[in-house]
Every structure is written in C-alpha cells, then in structure tokens.
C-alpha cells in the first residue's frame, strides 16, 4: 500500500514535465513509471483481492508508456501530443488504486472492530 | 528453441486475430499512430505497422512483459525458395491482425454504422435560434 503515493508523486511530476514541455524528463517519469508500476502489478498480484481489471490496467499502463517513450524518441510532435494515452492510462490507474487503497483501509478497519 | 518460439508467437497471432473478429478482446489506440495495444493481467502485445526497406508497408508484433520491455517479436519476413522471395507464413496474419486491431481500436464499425443511419434518417434542424 505504501507504493501508491509513490505513484500518485510519480504521475503528478510527470504531469510537471510534460506542462513544461521537457521531453527528456518525460521520457525519465515514463520509464521509472514502468518500473514502479510493474513492481506493484507483482504485488497486486499476490493479493487475493485485487481483480483483474485492475492487473490488466497497470499493465496497458506500463506498455503505454513504453510506446509514448518510443513516440518522444521520434520527436514529431509535442510533448503532451506524443504521450496522451499514457498519460490519460496513468492517471486512471493512480484513481483506481486510490479507491482501491480506501477500501482496503475500510475493510482492515472494519476486521479490527 | 527459435522455432518453437516462433510457432507459440504465431499462434497467439492467430488466436488474438480470431479473438478480435469474434469481438471478444478489445484493443486500444497509443501514444504511436501506427501501433495498436492488448492487454492482458501479465503481459502486452502491441502490433506495428512501419515502413520497410522498400518503402512498403510491414507488420510487426511485439511481446511485452510486465516492465513494458519487447521481449519477442514476430516480424514481416521474405524467404528465398532458391528462385525468388516469398513471403514468410506469418505475413499474411500479421496483415491482418493490424487491420482488425486498427479496426477495433478506432471503433471503425460504430462510426460508419452511425454515420449510415444518420445519412438514412438525417436529423432536422430548425433555422430559428431555440429561444
């Protein structure tokens, strides 16, 4: 669960890199957004219950930075333009995860009582 | 070890191209203009289309895994049969595959079979403003 705002930071500084139009920054985020990602997929993984969605979505979001990486490397259009569906992927997953997280946390609440 | 590899990857091929005819999995655009994504809970396949020597259009379908790293890949080829170039087994799959996965990423179906209906039943507008 501690992973997930590393996440959140992560998603949001990507969005600082991009509104500055920095292509190479962006690059960075994206990739360390794959292995960031990727690590907590595993975890997901090992969680009885996370579902299977939200697996396939952090890995549409890890395979779609890795095509927005390739499309900044070409450099033919601007930064936001080359990285759209990966930013829209990271910034569903970040949501999912968050609700997920809170239920979680209602869930280990509600087993203590 | 290579052949065997190439024999799984073009039976995923041909799998996912049944698979996405028969509308049972969904692909998605990206950040590529060409390059059209399916995922699964493990693993990503993304199909490409470039430009190959020639200057005509080829197919490509990568494997990604977990960290979104090309870990295999079926690519257009050419065989030399001792008299001239065919094309490799695997072309005509990967042809198509990109055609049915632009298709069904783009919603290619919705938008005509709507653009049809609206063209048969074109809706009216009034000229007067609506106040």
């Known amino acids: 669960l501690i992973l997930i705002p590393q996440l959140k930071w992560l998603a949001s500084e990507l969005d600082i890199a991009i509104k500055n139009e920095d292509a190479d920054l962006t690059r960075r985020h994206l990739d360390n957004w794959r292995g960031q990602a990727a690590h907590v997929r595993g975890l997901l993984l090992a969680d009885t219950s996370a579902g299977k969605k939200q697996l396939r979505d952090v890995q549409e979001s890890v395979a779609l930075a890795f095509t927005a990486t390739t499309s900044l490397l070409e450099g033919k259009r601007p930064v936001l333009e080359a990285c759209k569906q990966a930013r829209e992927s990271i910034g569903s997953v970040c949501n999912e995860l968050s609700i997920w997280v809170a239920q979680q946390s209602t869930q280990s609440g509600r087993d203590e009582q | ?131």
Not at chain 2, 6 to 25: C, K, M, P, S, Y
Not at chain 2, 40 to 54: E, F, P
Not at chain 2, 75 to 100: C, I, M, R, S
């Open chain 2, 1 to 131: 070890m290579t052949q065997d590899i190439d024999d799984r990857l073009h039976r995923i091929a041909v799998n996912l191209l049944a698979q996405t005819r028969a509308g049972a999995v969904s692909w998605r655009v990206t950040d590529r203009e060409y390059a059209f994504l399916y995922s699964g809970s493990r693993a990503s396949i993304l199909i490409v289309q470039y430009t190959d020597q020639d200057g005509d259009p080829a197919y490509r379908m990568d494997i990604l895994n977990q960290r979104g790293t090309a870990i295999e890949t079926l690519d257009y080829e050419w065989d030399f049969d001792g008299t001239g170039h065919e094309p490799a087994p695997q072309n005509a799959v990967l042809k198509e595959l990109w055609e049915e996965s632009r298709r069904n990423a783009l919603q290619i179906d919705d938008v005509l079979d709507g653009l049809l209906e609206e063209i048969k039943h074109p809706p009216k507008f009034s000229d007067e403003p609506p106040f």
